[in-house]
């Protein structure tokens, strides 16, 4: 307020505060994230199994037999009075599960995949899965999306599923919610998977972090930020900004790579490790100490090129080791009293 302003100094330029995309992440914080996304993956095709068109248009309710063991029922109606009205809730339920499937596994954004149109699609192999194109008029367009080689069953099955529910619709939205009241072109919200989620105590994983899962999983598997900005249809700078999350075995790896460039070990005949074959004191060492020979554990002691084990246990052995060694000098008696001493003993040095 010395200024007698209402907003401050920085508003009124172009300086905007960067976004703090930082994360304090873990491996317990890690493995968590990454098994909810597998436990609502797992639902979501237990779900798409179950909701057949003979389950949907028989009797009610609907059992749900899940991997983990429970049964969901479904009774897609109010009340069991009206058992004989359509069954729309189970047809939304199995597109929404179909559609959270489908983005998980072409790495589309919900705007993009829900305007998506049914056809004949045609599709040739890619990496490790297929480029599918959708053909126009007798005519092969362009590549509409990318899945991988395992998911073609399971979208090739929803085709048949979706041309059984909706016979008249041959040229339609390939997710065809059945709505009433809201307009057509809106996104879902994926209210039923919402619900099976509550009912189940699962994590409901949104679209937004279904991709980041996907893109994560690719550089882990990659390790080529280009290729997999590529796979992701995005800038490299983009994906490295606004989806990649720090992983923490990724970085232990890139550690551990790193250490046996700069700093690669040798066999060595004591505890620990060598870095270089070539025995060198270490320098202020007493010349009665043991010198350097590559030949036995002890002649690692005073190596310049040793490197000892970074553990409790081992300098608690090295401890002991010290120990013992000071108890054989204490009786030690090489030398008569009076007399002058000769070369300190080695247990003497350490």
Same mark, same amino acid.
């Given at each position: 307020?010395?200024?007698?302003?209402?907003?401050?100094?920085?508003?009124?330029? =172009?300086?905007?505060?960067?976004?703090?995309? /930082?994360?304090?992440?873990?491996? =317990?914080?890690?493995?968590? +994230?990454?098994? &909810? +996304?597998?436990?609502?993956?797992?639902?979501?095709? !237990?779900?798409?199994?179950?909701?057949?068109?003979? +389950?949907?248009?028989? $009797?009610?309710?609907?059992?749900?037999?899940?991997?983990?063991?429970?049964?969901?029922?479904?009774?897609?109606?109010?009340?069991?009075?009206?058992?004989?009205?359509?069954?729309?809730?189970?047809?939304?339920?199995?597109?929404?599960?179909? #559609?959270?499937?489908?983005?998980?596994?072409?790495?589309?954004?919900?705007?993009?995949?829900?305007?998506? =149109?049914?056809?004949?699609?045609?599709?040739?192999?890619?990496? !490790?899965?297929? &480029?599918?194109?959708?053909?126009?008029?007798?005519? &092969?367009?362009?590549?509409?999306?990318?899945?991988?080689?395992?998911? /073609?069953?399971?979208?090739?099955?929803?085709?048949?599923?979706?041309?059984? @529910?909706?016979?008249? !619709?041959?040229?339609?939205?390939?997710?065809?919610?059945?709505?009433?009241?809201?307009?057509?072109?809106?996104?879902?919200?994926?209210?039923?998977?919402?619900?099976?989620?509550?009912?189940?105590?699962?994590?409901?994983?949104?679209?937004?972090?279904?991709?980041?899962?996907?893109?994560?999983?690719?550089?882990?598997?990659?390790? !080529?930020?280009?290729?997999? $900005?590529?796979? $992701?249809?995005?800038?490299?700078?983009?994906?490295?900004?606004?989806?990649?999350?720090?992983?923490?075995?990724?970085?232990? #790896?890139?550690?551990?790579?790193?250490?046996?460039?700069?700093?690669?070990?040798? $066999? @060595?005949?004591?505890?620990?490790?060598?870095?270089?074959? @070539?025995?060198?004191?270490?320098?202020?060492?007493?010349?009665?100490?043991?010198?350097?020979?590559?030949?036995?554990?002890?002649?690692?002691?005073?190596?310049?090129?040793?490197?000892?084990?970074?553990?409790?246990?081992?300098?608690?052995?090295?401890?002991?080791?010290?120990?013992?060694?000071?108890?054989? #000098?204490?009786?030690?008696?090489?030398?008569?009293?009076?007399?002058?001493?000769?070369?300190?003993?080695?247990?003497?040095?350490?």
């Amino acid at each position: 307020r010395a200024l007698e302003r209402r907003v401050s100094v920085l508003a009124d330029t =172009r300086i905007r505060k960067p976004r703090d995309n /930082r994360l304090v992440r873990d491996t =317990r914080a890690s493995r968590p +994230s990454l098994a &909810q +996304s597998f436990a609502f993956g797992h639902a979501l095709i !237990d779900i798409c199994d179950a909701l057949t068109v003979g +389950s949907i248009r028989g $009797a009610l309710p609907v059992r749900i037999p899940l991997r983990n063991g429970k049964i969901l029922e479904e009774w897609s109606v109010r009340s069991r009075a009206d058992a004989g009205q359509p069954r729309y809730p189970l047809i939304n339920l199995r597109i929404e599960a179909e #559609l959270l499937l489908f983005i998980a596994q072409t790495g589309l954004n919900r705007a993009q995949a829900y305007p998506a =149109r049914i056809g004949q699609f045609h599709y040739t192999s890619h990496l !490790d899965g297929y &480029q599918v194109r959708r053909y126009k008029h007798r005519r &092969q367009g362009e590549v509409e999306f990318e899945i991988y080689r395992e998911y /073609r069953a399971l979208f090739e099955r929803y085709l048949t599923w979706r041309s059984a @529910m909706f016979p008249d !619709d041959p040229d339609g939205l390939l997710f065809p919610f059945v709505r009433h009241g809201r307009a057509e072109d809106a996104p879902p919200r994926f209210t039923r998977v919402h619900a099976v989620c509550r009912k189940l105590g699962i994590t409901f994983v949104p679209p937004g972090s279904l991709r980041k899962v996907r893109i994560n999983w690719l550089l882990r598997e990659l390790q !080529d930020p280009e290729l997999a $900005a590529e796979m $992701a249809q995005h800038a490299p700078g983009t994906l490295l900004r606004d989806y990649v999350e720090p992983n923490p075995q990724v970085a232990m #790896l890139e550690i551990s790579r790193f250490h046996r460039l700069a700093d690669p070990d040798i $066999a @060595m005949p004591g505890p620990g490790r060598c870095v270089s074959p @070539m025995p060198a004191g270490l320098p202020g060492v007493p010349p009665q100490a043991t010198r350097p020979d590559c030949a036995s554990p002890a002649g690692c002691l005073f190596c310049v090129h040793h490197r000892d084990v970074d553990s409790e246990d081992h300098v608690w052995s090295l401890a002991s080791f010290r120990h013992l060694k000071s108890l054989e #000098l204490a009786r030690d008696r090489s030398s008569p009293p009076g007399s002058r001493p000769g070369n300190p003993h080695p247990a003497a040095l350490a």
